[in-house]
């Protein structure tokens, strides 16, 4: 039967993660995900979402070791990033340094590997890409740092807070998988055909740069600037819906409860309490914005979605735009390899097949 865009067809069977919209839960490799985060950093998160368990201490040696062999630059690499026009997307200059990976060294090493390989490195390009388009030199990776502090650090060589780091480890940790959404089915799509892992994380890359796909919390920020203060949250929501204007931030598609990716980073937030004002303002609101919409739209049950918080995340941060949705790349991308790794174990092509309509 012809479902337009898919909608509902199940086209794989995976052990790494599932999202149950009615009961507002997101597990990784079966476990709750509140569970799997608890206490651990973002490579260890890592390395359960790849794995199924977590690290012994000896695995978890080796694969912090790796993850700071790999985030040198190629020195290739860096020649290219150079040459790339300035005014052009840090999300369009990250497809194309990416895709160079693809030299023959690299393609030499195993497939997990290069994935980690990969992982490690995109926050690097990230930070890269970003300083050249500033007209800033880039800042060298610092090896007693981990993989979301030297993120920061690269990004404007100031050592980040304890706060700062917990706040958007906790974002990147919570987003690094979310099911068959589109750019990790392209991804699949592509190893399916024998390809290798930098093409399949290059077509994810290039299907999340679609506005369909993958929020980024510009909007959030902006209704979080507009409202400026505790005292100001009533007025300026209310305007709004009076003026019948989306509350950006509330709601989506697939979950029908609160998104428990929200939760998490709504907890994230109350623990640091006093640490940062955009974090306070941010549960401020939250908690009015639900009263408001609950007695001007009874029965809609409209939550807040994982973009909510990290708005105030990134603003804590003093993070610009231009990095919100790369960031968020820089989570994804171990969803991403994961589903390559897994396609790559029992690979059958995907070869839909397609409805004429014409004369």
Same mark, same amino acid.
């Given at each position: 039967?012809?479902?337009?865009?898919?909608?509902?067809?199940?086209?794989?069977?995976?052990?790494?993660?599932?999202?149950?919209?009615?009961?507002?839960?997101?597990?990784?490799?079966?476990?709750?995900?509140?569970?799997?985060?608890?206490?651990?950093?973002?490579?260890?998160?890592?390395?359960?979402?790849?794995?199924?368990?977590?690290?012994?201490?000896?695995?978890?040696?080796?694969?912090?070791?790796?993850?700071?062999?790999?985030?040198?630059?190629?020195?290739?690499?860096?020649?290219?990033?150079?040459?790339?026009?300035?005014?052009?997307?840090?999300?369009?200059?990250?497809?194309?340094?990416?895709?160079?990976?693809?030299?023959?060294?690299?393609?030499?090493?195993?497939?997990?590997?290069?994935?980690?390989?990969?992982?490690?490195?995109?926050?690097?390009?990230?930070?890269?890409?970003?300083?050249?388009?500033?007209?800033?030199?880039?800042?060298?990776?610092?090896?007693?740092?981990?993989?979301?502090?030297?993120?920061?650090?690269?990004?404007?060589?100031?050592?980040?807070?304890?706060?700062? /780091?917990?706040?958007? &480890? #906790?974002? =990147?940790? +919570?987003?690094? @998988?979310?099911?068959?959404?589109?750019?990790?089915?392209? *991804?699949?799509?592509?190893?399916?055909?024998?390809?290798?892992?930098?093409?399949?994380?290059?077509?994810?890359?290039?299907?999340?740069?679609?506005?369909?796909?993958?929020?980024?919390?510009?909007?959030?920020?902006?209704?979080?600037?507009?409202?400026?203060?505790?005292?100001?949250?009533?007025?300026?929501?209310?305007?709004?819906?009076?003026?019948?204007?989306?509350?950006?931030?509330?709601?989506?598609?697939?979950?029908?409860?609160?998104?428990?990716?929200? /939760?998490?980073?709504? &907890? #994230?937030? =109350?623990? +640091?309490?006093? @640490?940062?004002?955009?974090?306070?303002?941010?549960?401020? *609101?939250?908690?009015?914005?639900?009263?408001?919409?609950?007695?001007?739209?009874?029965?809609?049950?409209?939550?807040?979605?994982?973009?909510?918080?990290?708005?105030?995340?990134?603003?804590?941060?003093?993070?610009?735009?231009?990095?919100?949705?790369?960031?968020?790349?820089?989570?994804?991308?171990?969803?991403?390899?994961?589903?390559?790794?897994?396609?790559?174990?029992?690979?059958?092509?995907?070869?839909?097949?397609?409805?004429?309509?014409?004369?």
């Amino acid at each position: 039967m012809f479902q337009k865009g898919l909608k509902g067809v199940v086209a794989v069977q995976t052990g790494i993660a599932s999202v149950d919209g009615d009961k507002g839960e997101l597990r990784y490799r079966g476990k709750l995900v509140h569970e799997v985060i608890k206490g651990k950093s973002f490579e260890e998160t890592a390395y359960f979402l790849w794995h199924g368990h977590s690290a012994s201490a000896a695995e978890l040696e080796d694969w912090e070791a790796s993850f700071i062999k790999y985030r040198k630059v190629p020195e290739h690499i860096l020649e290219i990033a150079k040459l790339l026009p300035k005014e052009a997307p840090i999300i369009d200059g990250l497809r194309t340094l990416l895709s160079a990976y693809s030299q023959q060294e690299f393609s030499r090493t195993t497939p997990e590997q290069q994935a980690l390989s990969l992982v490690s490195v995109f926050p690097v390009l990230t930070a890269l890409l970003y300083r050249l388009q500033q007209g800033l030199p880039p800042i060298d990776a610092r090896e007693a740092l981990n993989h979301t502090a030297n993120y920061l650090w690269m990004l404007k060589g100031t050592e980040p807070t304890a706060a700062q /780091i917990e706040a958007l &480890e #906790t974002y =990147l940790k +919570l987003t690094m @998988e979310h099911g068959m959404n589109a750019s990790t089915f392209a *991804a699949r799509v592509t190893v399916s055909t024998e390809s290798d892992m930098v093409s399949a994380i290059t077509s994810a890359i290039g299907t999340m740069k679609g506005p369909l796909h993958g929020g980024a919390p510009s909007g959030v920020i902006d209704l979080l600037e507009e409202i400026q203060s505790p005292e100001r949250i009533e007025p300026v929501i209310a305007h709004k819906l009076d003026e019948g204007e989306k509350i950006m931030g509330f709601g989506h598609r697939i979950y029908r409860t609160e998104d428990p990716r929200s /939760i998490l980073l709504r &907890e #994230t937030c =109350l623990a +640091l309490a006093g @640490e940062d004002p955009w974090l306070d303002l941010a549960v401020s *609101a939250e908690q009015e914005i639900i009263r408001l919409l609950n007695e001007r739209k009874p029965g809609r049950a409209l939550y807040t979605n994982v973009e909510f918080y990290a708005a105030a995340i990134m603003r804590s941060i003093d993070m610009p735009p231009a990095l919100f949705t790369p960031t968020f790349r820089v989570a994804r991308i171990v969803g991403w390899t994961a589903h390559v790794l897994e396609q790559q174990r029992d690979n059958v092509i995907f070869r839909p097949q397609s409805e004429y309509i014409g004369n």
